[in-house]
């Protein structure tokens, strides 16, 4: 109705118009596009100045796209990208580049990032996202995107959920969670003969342990094949990897204009998905509350706090929130990634499940919490997959201090930076560990150098982060991979299926490094002895 109402005012307007109008509204249209495209390259210009005048190196920037052009045209992801200029750029210890229109400082001195992430971290603690907790209440309070004091309060307060303690507590749901894992691809109608795609199934586990930890439910992720429950829905409606959400649209245009976020102030979690989460939230802390039902999940541990500090539950909710999505889509990718390269390399599937009889010899059938880190080949293809296949490629930080950092070491130029508050800076995560520079063979699966990591420099291979942001649910995140991938083993052969495309390649637009059409394995059972 409306398009045929403006169709007619066109038509109508074409009517009205003579032709020397026409020729005065196309001349002004002309002058409009020269004016914008002027601004354009002088805007460019002033801003190519940006790293001209500190005098550092960097390739030539387009206007708009930066040196990500191949990123943002959907070709490569930003850790492709990044990753080119990375090496190109060999013996600099820094580079200066433009995300899209965004000055960045790409480190590559291990020294400087050692600076960075650690010894001088109070000039750069805050990471990149800017999210307005009044805008999105349950996102705006997730640890990673808290700044400043707000970010050292709420680490303060939350460290104590994360204990070795608290997870040895929370290790009995986790093993009910896996052996319903490992129930569950035993009876899949596809596991031995056309595979299971990995990252849908190790989201189930991932899934269910978050949800029963910090929202204290069973989240009902192993009831179907086919569908999907409530809370495995909930779960994709904010974090879809494929999905062109406008979340993920969001996330992207942070982290390609940041400056945009300055002017528009958006949520991340949709507020119908708020609604829900809170409702989750306040209904069983109120049952807990009712029938004086006593947990050791982190639940109610924020619980606790809530006590204290008098929180809302929409506090209480951020909190469990921040486990949640930190804690389930991070450890799902790591954990698909574990089982694809145990499947490439079956020796070490063997030498695991050789560690597994072992521990279960020496503790009457079980694997336990303590058993668990205990399990050097489980241990060192953990590592390893997090080397070799990264969930991530960079890590973004905020200058919050004038600094000015000068190279030690000889191999790299004697070249020097002057960073001011605001300034970004690129920390190339993957792409040092993945650097044959440091690591022999990088592109080669050898769990064998991960057997003595002591002895790997922690300037280089920091898979958890470093100094005081480094991950926090660490432990959690190594307990339900290492304890998933255990039972997994122990119980099934895994091989490719076909339908997983090798090399793999990467999805351009995920936050996290997904693999594009899936990986497909198949799980032939161990018939066991006794
Ligand atoms: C194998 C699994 C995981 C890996 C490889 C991983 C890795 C990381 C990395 C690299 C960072 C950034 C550190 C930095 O900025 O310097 C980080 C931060 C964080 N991680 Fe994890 N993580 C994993 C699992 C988890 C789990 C299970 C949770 C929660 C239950 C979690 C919660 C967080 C939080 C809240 C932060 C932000 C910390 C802060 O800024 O203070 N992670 N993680």
Request: glycine residues 4%; contains cysteine; charged residues 25%.
């Amino acid at each position: 109705m409306i398009i045929r109402r403006s169709k007619f005012v066109l038509v109508s307007t074409q009517f009205i118009c003579t032709t020397q109008e026409l020729l005065l509204l196309s001349n002004m249209f002309g002058l409009l596009l020269i004016v914008f495209v002027v601004l354009i390259i002088l805007w460019h210009k002033i801003r190519t100045h940006h790293w001209i005048k500190r005098q550092v190196p960097g390739p030539q920037p387009w206007p708009i796209v930066g040196n990500i052009a191949e990123h943002l045209f959907g070709r490569k992801t930003i850790g492709q990208v990044i990753k080119e200029i990375y090496r190109k750029y060999e013996g600099y210890p820094f580079v200066g580049i433009f995300r899209a229109t965004h000055p960045c400082l790409l480190v590559r001195d291990p020294e400087f990032v050692h600076k960075i992430m650690v010894t001088d971290q109070k000039a750069f603690y805050n990471n990149e996202f800017n999210i307005d907790k009044k805008i999105d209440p349950l996102f705006g309070q997730n640890l990673f995107v808290l700044r400043d004091q707000d970010w050292k309060d709420t680490r303060q307060m939350l460290t104590a959920g994360f204990t070795s303690l608290k997870m040895k507590f929370m290790y009995e749901n986790l093993t009910e969670n896996a052996r319903r894992l490992v129930e569950f691809i035993q009876n899949h109608p596809t596991a031995e003969d056309d595979g299971i795609e990995t990252r849908e199934l190790t989201k189930r586990f991932t899934l269910e342990n978050v949800a029963s930890a910090a929202f204290g439910i069973d989240g009902k992720c192993f009831e179907s094949f086919t569908e999907l429950s409530e809370f495995m829905k909930l779960a994709n409606s904010v974090l879809e990897p494929e999905a062109l959400s406008l979340s993920r649209i969001l996330i992207q245009l942070n982290a390609i204009f940041p400056v945009a976020s300055y002017f528009i102030s958006f949520r991340i979690i949709p507020k119908e998905i708020e609604q829900k989460l809170v409702q989750i939230v306040s209904d069983v802390v109120k049952y807990r509350k009712e029938n004086h039902v006593q947990s050791n999940d982190y639940l109610q541990f924020i619980s606790q706090l809530a006590k204290e500090k008098g929180f809302d539950d929409t506090e209480i909710t951020a909190h469990s929130v921040t486990f949640f999505f930190d804690g389930y889509e991070s450890s799902s990718n790591v954990f698909t990634y574990l089982l694809l390269n145990l499947a490439l390399h079956p020796q070490y599937q063997e030498k695991i499940r050789e560690e597994i009889r072992k521990v279960e010899e020496e503790n009457n059938g079980e694997i336990t919490y303590d058993t668990l880190n205990e399990m050097k080949w489980l241990d060192a293809c953990f590592y390893e997959t997090l080397r070799i296949s990264p969930f991530l490629d960079i890590l973004v930080k905020k200058c919050t201090q004038s600094y000015k950092y000068t190279p030690e070491n000889p191999d790299f130029k004697k070249l020097s930076v002057k960073l001011y508050p605001g300034d970004t800076v690129i920390i190339p995560y993957s792409l040092l560990m993945n650097d044959e520079k440091y690591f022999e063979n990088p592109d080669k699966f050898m769990p064998e150098r991960m057997m003595n990591r002591d002895n790997i420099n922690k300037a280089i291979f920091f898979p958890f982060g470093s100094g005081a942001r480094v991950c926090i649910g660490q432990r959690f995140g190594l307990m339900q991979i290492k304890l998933g991938a255990a039972q997994v083993i122990k119980n099934f052969q895994i091989s490719p299926d076909p339908k997983t495309k090798l090399p793999i390649r990467l999805i351009p637009f995920s936050f996290l490094n997904e693999v594009k059409g899936g990986v497909f394995l198949k799980y032939k059972r161990i018939e066991r002895k006794n």
